[in-house]
């Protein structure tokens, strides 16, 4: 079974630009969630996709979007770059348990540099 | 305000002795809490869970300990290996909020302790 899947890999930006990262989860999983790593806050929530519907979101600004298709693949978006984005984005999916998630997978993340 | 806090940025064990990462937390609505470990380049990748409602949780070198009333909980490695050389993250699991549909809640991590095992 194939893992979580992060497109690309590596990304350099300079700042004003947008960017879009892409995310396919583990087959069968619904859910993907998005956090940012940066070295001084660690990983930080952005926000929750599920059914193609953002159910859950981080304290972020307006800059930082998403959506989820219907194959449950996501992107998220970033505009107006500025170099504090620059980050590790990581993208996690899960199945839908109930109330409960004992485990989300992380893909390899997304590494964002912006200049 | 930091709500799960992973106050020792690293820790150096020596081979085959006993590994012990700590975690503080301040919400008491986590219903949860997961350890995950970091290679360099890659996602962190799942270790262990404990519940709210257990004190222990145990899966073969890895127990996971809990003290509610002191809002800590550790992640014991007995005995380490070099290649549990990583950095650790606690994380805890908050529930959705109510009336929110499908939401699994989200995850918060702290901020990670590097662990190095030396041979």
């Known amino acids: 079974k194939a893992g979580v899947t992060q497109t690309p890999r590596y990304l350099i930006k300079t700042r004003g630009q947008q960017v879009t990262l892409s995310c396919s989860p583990i087959s069968g999983h619904r859910s993907v969630s998005w956090y940012q790593q940066t070295p001084g806050q660690g990983l930080q929530f952005l926000f929750e996709y599920f059914s193609e519907t953002q159910r859950n979101k981080g304290n972020f600004p307006g800059r930082f979007s998403g959506r989820q298709f219907s194959n449950s693949r996501s992107e998220m978006n970033v505009s107006t770059l500025e170099l504090g984005d620059s980050a590790l984005y990581l993208c996690a999916s899960s199945l839908v348990l109930g109330q409960m998630n004992t485990e989300a997978f992380f893909g390899q993340g997304t590494r964002l540099t912006v200049v | 305000d930091q709500q799960v806090k992973q106050n020792s940025p690293s820790l150096s064990v020596q081979e085959g002795r006993i590994s012990i990462l700590n975690c503080d937390y301040t919400?008491?609505?986590?219903?949860?809490f997961l350890w995950y470990k970091k290679y360099p380049a890659e996602g962190p990748t799942f270790l262990i869970s404990?519940?709210?409602?257990?004190d222990k949780n145990e899966d073969g070198r890895f127990t996971v300990f809990l003290n509610k009333s002191a809002k800590h909980l550790s992640l014991h490695i007995v005995p380490s290996q070099p290649g549990d050389s990583a950095v650790y993250f606690c994380?805890?699991?908050?529930?959705?909020?109510?009336?929110?549909?499908?939401?699994?809640?989200?995850?918060?991590f702290g901020k990670g302790t590097k662990l190095s095992v030396k041979p």
């Open positions: 994380a805890a699991h908050l529930p959705p909020p109510m009336n929110y549909g499908g939401s699994q809640g989200n995850l918060i």
């Open positions: 919400n008491s609505m986590f219903d949860y």
């Open positions: 404990i519940s709210s409602i257990k």
